[in-house]
């Protein structure tokens, strides 16, 4: 596989990777694509693995995804802006402590939003709450699991 290819699925990935913070885009699948199309151009037991894998954590994470129970939207104060934010915090954290600081990141940046938006620490706060209660939890769970993928796939190409 040359440079161009193996630049082009992670830039597919990259793109999953914020669609899963914007609504009706599939994320999850974009990041699925693009291992999938990497696999059947590698061939190796390694890339064959993690198509596995990955397919197997994308399915259970639907399935986690849809038992969550629905929150309104409307009334938390959801915005282009804080999508932004959280996306950015996430990616931030993802490069700062791979993987798992994609988490904080994601919360700090809502809270970042909020606590611009609203001036104070205490009504910051009390709104975040309110975010991750409504949508946080869902994207977060579809989130971590495209950055577990993402990160092994990354992991793989290098190793390879």
Not at 33 to 57: C, F, P
Not at 68 to 93: E, N, W
Request: charged content about 10%.
């Amino acid at each position: 596989m040359g440079a161009w290819q193996l630049l082009l699925a992670g830039l597919v990935m990259l793109l999953g990777l914020f669609g899963v913070l914007v609504p009706g885009v599939p994320g999850a699948w974009l990041v699925w694509a693009a291992v999938m199309w990497w696999s059947l151009h590698v061939r190796t037991g390694a890339a064959w693995w993690l198509l596995v894998g990955s397919s197997a954590l994308l399915l259970v994470t639907q399935v986690v995804v849809w038992q969550l129970p629905a929150r309104r939207l409307r009334g938390v104060g959801l915005t282009r802006r804080m999508v932004a934010y959280a996306g950015a915090g996430a990616l931030l954290g993802f490069l700062l402590l791979p993987v798992v600081g994609a988490v904080p990141g994601y919360v700090g940046g809502i809270y970042l939003s909020e606590r611009l938006r609203l001036g104070g620490h205490g009504p910051a706060m009390a709104s975040t709450r309110g975010v991750m209660r409504a949508v946080g939890t869902s994207v977060l769970v579809e989130l971590f699991a495209c950055l577990l993928i993402v990160g092994a796939w990354t992991g793989v190409v290098l190793a390879g």
